[in-house]
């Protein structure tokens, strides 16, 4: 749940964590919430007791939530327009007839 | 928690009507909204209020079942209702991060709750009093509080949101081992099934106050309805939860403390007296039989931790200091 506004909380406070999980091996870590924590041996401990109470995964990265630089979301637009106005981009824009098969 | 988390909610917002347009629009499209997207002042401070509410129901919902811990009739009995517990404090967590999404501190929200400021769900300013309520609270109390939070699965907000689905998910394990409590004490001998009745008739219209109060009293429903943070009325939810429960009841062989509860057939729904709602703003008040218990309880946990949390942070200091040496 990272974002800027928690970026900048003041420093003397519990420092925060973003906590990433591999379900199983095979499959990348994914973001699955935050922990405060006083150092990193902290917020795994953490992380583990929170968000690994039922099998959830086999390993569990945390960053500091500071760390983290995100996209401006004002300019969403500008940055992910392109995706949506670039047809050509997928393969569905391209006519092939049947006969070809499977392509 | 729940329902309740809106009352003394105040949704008024400054924006203009094109900014809260485009803001509705966006809410009608069902987008989630993130934390970073522009919002309404309103909405934020309804949610902050909201979230920090649920969060702190929670943890204060820790104290009534940990009253037990020691005292579990079996080592079985005992290691769920740890993991209850624990989960329960993993709850508070998921939501606390949501609230911080919007710009509240963990710290600013815990100093509310301990200096009595912010609300709690009224359902756990009632003692625990026998082994039986271990199971009520987890039949009613959790039950009650299921009804509540799947809708909110769908809240327009996405990180309160994706809490909550987190939280319904291991929420139907509670549920279950309290049910489980019930009808073994239900199947018992005349005494036990007596603790099990007993038990029901003190928690049953407590529980019916955490939907909230009535939907006419609710001036803040309509507004959170609008902006998708609610998705169904406090007496919307209260009904879904009777119809729900008394085939429960029935099947326990356990009998609803409600002279005027009967089926409905034209409705399709249960009829059932009325709630006590004196008693209810008396307990939000601050005035039921547990609140100063339970604040005080919280309290001492913070200060007593006080020393641990200061030497995690010194020592993380030391060690930051030792390696850029």
Redesign the interface.
Known sequence: ?S????NQ??RN??P?WEVFIRPRTGLAHSHV???????EV?AVQAAR???T??GEGVSIWVVPSASIT?S??DQRDENFEPSASKAYRHPSFYDIPDDVGHM | MYSQGLIGADGRTVEDEEFLTRFQARIDDEQKIEPNDEMPEGYRRTLVRQIGQHAHSEIVGMLPEGNWVTRAPSLRRKASLLAKVQDEGGHGLYLYSAAETLGVSREQMTEELIDGTAKYSSIFNYPTLSWADIGTIGWLVDGAAIMNQIPLCRCSYGPYARAMIRICKEESFHQRQGYEIVMTLAQGSPAQKAMAQESLNRFWQPVLMMFGPPDGESRNTDQSVKWKIKRFTNDELRQKFVDATVPQAEYLGLTIPDPDLKWNEQRQGYDFGPIDWDEFWRVVKGNGPMNRERVAARRKAWDEGAWVREAALAHAAKRQAQAAE
Do not use: C, F, Q
């Open positions: 749940m974002d800027d506004t928690r909380m003041p406070l519990m925060l919430g935050s922990v405060h924590a006083s150092d902290m007791d929170v968000y109470r039922r995100a401006d979301p």
